[in-house]
């Protein structure tokens, strides 16, 4: 199949990519780079050195034998999408092309405005952009377990059937989201709900727990590894925690730590979204996948880290700043996920297991790490004023109101 | 109370700052003139003829004895909402500065990001003015009945209890909207929701039936009145088949005709939200009102017009023409709505009352309908290609990107 990647170049694109490209796909990526440049704004890099992505096809030419074909380009820009789907007329499109960071939406007015409208606008543009050159091809758009927040009974996949003052009807699982950015997801959910019906679209809606690890088993080499943000505003929580050991900081859970999330390895992730490709949703069927491997407290993993850093020699020791979300600390949690495995879905990596391979990778990266240790630690309040004058500085360059502008060429790392 | 209303100019904000003046409350208003400038965009205008803002104001000076103070601007400029709430210090806002067309957000994929963009970021825009200006104000937002769509169960007000597999939890209700409009207001309700927990805030979100009716017992004279839009685009489906009437061209309900909708009289509309600013939400409290005052059918609505009509010597006629929107056409439909009758709330208009008023205001601009009568008959479809040249034609000047600049100074009509 040919499948295009909107936002190949990031977290979880990269090893997309290279993981339909090693089971006899043609990929087609999209990329703005700006995740790499918003990563700067806050001033982070990646762990990992990432390769400019110039340079990563030509890995991929060399390592795989395969090609590579890109369109560097913005999705809210609506002549770009039209014209690339118009070009490649993909038979599967993976939309991962959108603002991914929950701290970075609450930073301030604009950039929740951004986070809102650039998520929402390039998803539209790519629906429309469907409708008109594609119509036939497989929408596969990456939610977020964070769309459903932590309700007080289970979580079905999408929807539900219920009965409500003697009446029965299937419906779409009330969304509670926490962010912004988390918001901008449920939004996204709507429209392409939406665009599938009325435009007879294929969807796949991937509500994705909280993804984890480096490398996949295409990164035989170590240039081809994919990035690993470990600030505040990039990195998640498990990330951080493992470079808060390496660097000797403390280990943060926020608040009792007993929120729970659903967590999937990377190399699962992408097992998944493959599947997902290779299992198209009908004509005008929006499908909905819970796309997590297992739960997990955030004192789970902070306690994971703890030992298997003390096990590699380290010092690590946890404390609980004040939770600067607004969440529940304490709560149930139930998603449902089973329709993956109906696609034959396979857990291959065990959490602790790719924890000490990412505790292994970093430890190599350390002196990246340490060149950046001042963004690790937690200052993103969800209410006023708890952001400090540091993150403020850091975040200036960024708190012009937003632009329909593509951003200017960037040459990372 | 000082109650600031964005949109003041348009269809409901003008009825509900007379409402309040006569009621003894202070009235400010914000508004950027964007519906006057997008009904001339579709080739229409109002069949009452609508004074510009300037004399709105010497009317509300000379007719109440009272002062009107405006802000001309627009929301998607954080600078000037901040300073607009920073000055006026509200005790209330009524929120109405919305795009609020369903087929105008379905015209093309450009109608529909301004739509979505328009609506959700002057809502942010408003709820971090209000975190840092005006934290006790009380946020009364304009949402629609449309957001919860025509499940086949009753449609609570916001939130309902469930039981899901064994355990029980107050959820928000599904949302299903029928067009990118209504999926804008499924989103603001969403961000306030949000909004109204992280900062604290008091926030009404008023869940709208669709109006009629185009004056209300404080338009005293002629100039006073409303504007009254029937075109297919702004009009709703009681304007154009009253103007269908009138001009003597059929009466077109959708498809079957047994779409349900609730629906509410413009006074008795304005009544609601005054009774919701009169009695603010708690700090932190988001509470969801279902303002309609009684539901009826589309055929329901033509057939009283036809009767109308046929009473006042016209000769009208009723066609069915294939519904152009993607929608249920025969369903259940019982919301509830009971939290505005605790407040006070009493039905002082019917229907047919209303629709005999409205008959004899149109009779009078008649030559203002028949100067537009073009744009009456339905065009827009939901899905692709329906949209036929003349329309494109006529909103050809907007087909260019959204852009953030506030529109060109216009002068109505």
């Known amino acids: 199949m040919k499948v295009l990647i909107t936002g190949i170049d990031g977290y979880s694109g990269w090893p997309l990519a290279l993981h339909l490209l090693s089971r006899g796909h043609d990929v087609v990526g999209v990329d703005n780079f700006v995740t790499r440049r918003r990563v700067r704004e806050v001033g982070s890099w990646s762990a990992t050195p990432i390769p400019s992505f110039a340079q990563r096809q030509r890995l991929v030419n060399q390592l795989l034998g395969k090609e590579l074909p890109f369109h560097r380009g913005d999705l809210g820009r609506y002549d770009f999408v039209a014209r690339v789907l118009e070009e490649e007329h993909p038979d599967a499109i993976v939309h991962l092309a959108e603002q ?18 650039d998520n929402v606008v390039g998803t539209l543009h790519l ?80 509500m994705q727990g909280v993804i984890y690890g480096i490398r996949t088993a295409e990164m035989t080499d170590r240039r081809l590894l994919t990035r690993f943000d470990f600030d505040e505003t990039w990195g998640t929580a498990l990330n951080r925690f493992i470079a808060q050991a390496v660097l000797g900081l403390p280990i943060t859970p926020y608040g009792k730590g007993e929120q729970i999330r659903g967590f ?28 997590f491997d297992a739960a997990y407290s955030i ?49 291959t990596r065990e959490l602790s297991e790719v924890m000490r391979e990412m505790f292994t990778d970093l430890l190599r990266y350390r002196h990246r790490l340490e060149a950046r240790r001042h963004v690790v630690m937690p200052t993103i309040g969800w209410r006023r004023a708890d952001n400090p004058a540091a993150l403020n500085a850091r975040v200036a360059a960024s708190s012009a109101p937003p632009s329909a502008e593509p951003p200017p060429p960037v040459q990372d790392r």
Not at 100 to 117: E, G, K, L, N, W
Not at 162 to 188: M, N, T
Not at 266 to 278: F, G, I, K
């Open 127 to 206: 629906v429309y952009a469907m409708r008109d050159h594609c119509p036939d091809a497989h929408l596969v758009k990456m939610g977020t377990m964070g769309e459903y927040g932590t309700p007080n009974v289970d979580i079905p996949e999408g929807f539900f059937e219920i009965e409500y003052r003697g009446r029965k009807d299937r419906l779409p699982f009330p969304r509670q989201a926490g962010s912004w950015y988390h918001w901008s997801k449920v939004f996204d959910s709507g429209d392409v709900m939406f665009a599938s019906k009325i435009f007879d679209l294929r969807a796949t809606d991937v």
């Open 264 to 291: 999937i390895a990377l190399e699962d992730s992408v097992q998944s979204l493959r599947l997902a490709v290779e299992h198209p949703a009908d004509r005008g069927e929006y499908r909905v996948f819970n796309q």
């Open 100 to 117: 991914r960071s929950a701290p970075y939406s609450m930073i301030d007015v604009h950039h929740a405005v951004t986070t809102q409208v």
């Open 299 to 347: 004192n789970q993993l902070a306690e994971t880290t703890h030992q298997i850093a003390t096990e590699l020699g380290l010092s690590p020791r946890i404390e609980h700043p004040p939770d600067p979300r607004i969440e529940a600390e304490q709560h149930y949690y139930a998603p449902i996920h089973e329709r993956l495995y109906a696609l034959g879905y396979q857990r």
